[in-house]
């Protein structure tokens, strides 16, 4: 081999990157010491940008095409060599190769909850995860901020990053979009928007933009799960007034059933009152139907009715009450009270068992006794 022979093969004559990975995002021309012949051809493919860089300083910057290199088009670098006329001979650059595609996929999480007040369930901790595509905007921009020297940079490098940005600024984006909790999920994609324009505008002198950004899913502690399955209960019930009387009404038809006799009745002394003090709330509040004009007055007008003695209930270690005794039928057939349930009134020296006070025995004849033993 000759001298020519030998320096040829050590001068580069094309100057390319073909990608075989998913996840690099810059990767550096390695051309081990060997120099750049003046004249040799530079393949920039779809999705790439082809950085030049000469003693830590950036030079020129191709998008995708084929070049010869020559003075004329590496204007930046012959300035930096001091080519001014023309020099032709092989020289020794950096070149860096940007990934310009998007990289879809990036995962997101928020390790700790955000914190957010929420109008109907106060404050609320929610705990929300999803995707987002990254892509490369300003190379150069890239390779001072982030890049630097790395030969390969991945997008594990940068991941941890973006992904504390985004947790960042989810909060903020949660707090000001002035959706309730319940309609998060409606509106999860208006949001990822918000949230993609936001991080564009933040990633900015950095050289990277999120054209796209999922929330797959919001989710919130147990305890407030729970109370949206009673929420949801709640909506399954309807009307709480009919849905009382039904309970009221069944109760009646089981004392009835009951062989007892003067429970029965005292029971359905107890259910009657209760039904008519409900229908009697129901004609007050209007129900959505009309009501009759009022009776003119004759002159003789009955007296007041007495006043009621007023019960109340200790339940799950809580005061509930007061109650009149249509009131307590109402409990006994919701199932709140039962001959266990502590009671009291005005004159009474402590709470006791409703079972032990005898003025209650009629309201409580509808609790069905124990079952024989088998």
């Not at 996840?23 to 051309?31: A, H, L, S």
């Not at 985004?166 to 909790?181: D, F, H, S």
């Not at 129900?287 to 007296?303: D, F, K, N, V």
């Not at 009715?305 to 200790?314: A, D, E, I, S, V």
Request: charged share 20%.
């Amino acid at each position: 081999m000759g001298l020519m022979d030998k320096l040829r093969g050590e001068l580069v004559d094309i100057v390319e990157w073909l990608d075989d990975s998913r996840d690099t995002i810059v990767w550096r021309f390695p051309r081990h010491q060997n120099e750049i012949k003046m004249g040799a051809r530079l393949v920039v493919r779809e999705s790439q940008t082809a950085v030049f860089v000469n003693e830590g300083k950036i030079a020129d910057a191709f998008p995708p095409g084929t070049y010869t290199l020559e003075t004329r088009n590496l204007p930046v670098l012959s300035t930096l060599k001091g080519w001014k006329y023309g020099f032709n001979s092989p020289f020794k650059a950096e070149v860096y190769f940007v990934n310009t595609r998007q990289f879809t996929d990036m995962k997101w999480g928020t390790q700790n909850p955000v914190i957010l007040r929420d109008a109907e369930f106060g404050v609320v901790r929610v705990r929300a995860f999803g995707a987002y595509a990254a892509r490369v905007v300003d190379a150069q921009r890239l390779l001072r901020e982030l890049v630097g020297t790395d030969p390969q940079f991945r997008t594990e490098e940068v991941q941890e990053y973006l992904r504390q940005l985004i947790v960042g600024r989810l909060g903020g984006a949660l707090a000001t979009a002035g959706v309730p909790l319940l309609d998060l999920a409606a509106h999860q994609d208006a949001i990822g928007r918000r949230l993609a324009a936001v991080l564009t505008a933040e990633l900015a002198d950095v050289g990277i933009a999120i054209p796209t950004f999922v929330i797959e899913n919001v989710s919130v502690p147990p305890e407030v799960e729970k109370a949206l399955d009673k929420r949801t209960g709640m909506g399954a019930v309807g009307d709480l007034d009919r849905y009382t009387r039904y309970q009221a009404a069944n109760a009646l038809e089981a004392a009835a059933n009951n062989p007892g006799g003067q429970a029965g009745a005292g029971v359905g002394l107890g259910m009657g009152m209760a039904l008519g003090q409900q229908a009697a709330r129901s004609m007050a509040g209007g129900g959505g139907q009309p009501q009759p004009a009022p009776a003119q007055s004759t002159g003789a007008e009955p007296p007041p009715l007495p006043n009621q003695t007023q019960w109340f209930l200790g339940v799950a270690g809580q005061r509930q009450g007061p109650y009149d005794l249509g009131g307590l039928a109402e409990q006994v057939g919701v199932g709140t009270l039962g001959p266990d349930t502590l009671v009291w009134r005005t004159g009474m020296a402590q709470w006791q068992p409703a079972g032990q006070v005898p003025e209650l025995a009629a309201v409580l004849a509808s609790v069905p006794p124990p079952l024989p033993p088998q």
